[in-house]
Nanobody
Framework: VQLQASGGGLVQAGGSLKLSCAAS????????MGWFRQAPGKEREFVAA????????TYADSVKGRFSISRDNAKNVVYLQMNSLKPEDTAVYYC??????????????????WGQGTLVTVSS
């Protein structure tokens, strides 16, 4: 599966952005999807994940209550709605996909496919 992330940009603190990740290839609805982010000089960190049918979602504590992950399997798209953005949310955001893995969903190594990333900059 190939992934294409979009929707990043510059926003003031307190603002909102909605990221999209379009997938090409077969069986998108079979994949667990995740969003990760990487700030300059830092390791890639988990943001959110959603199960194949959208029935289960998981969030990092740092974004819980502010971010929301969703998917539309008919359109082969996963979204990340980001509200109440903070300067510390500034990072390149990546979407990722895995069909099956025993690695915890918060670990980047548990995903097989990655998008190219989209930059989110939150100004104070």
């Amino acid at each position: 599966v190939q992934l294409q992330a979009s929707g990043g940009g510059l926003v003031q603190a307190g603002g909102s952005l909605k990221l999209s990740c379009a997938a090409s290839g077969r069986a998108f609805s079979s994949y667990r999807m995740g969003w990760f982010r990487q700030a300059p000089g830092k390791e890639r960190e988990f943001v959110a994940a959603i199960s194949w049918n959208g029935g289960s979602t998981t969030y990092a504590d740092s974004v819980k209550g502010r971010f929301s992950i969703s998917r539309d399997n008919a359109k082969n798209v996963v979204y990340l709605q980001m509200n109440s953005l903070k300067p510390e949310d500034t990072a390149v955001y990546y979407c990722a996909a895995v069909w099956m893995s025993t690695v915890p969903i918060q670990h980047p190594s548990g995903y097989d496919f990655w998008g190219q990333g989209t930059l989110v900059t939150v100004s104070s």
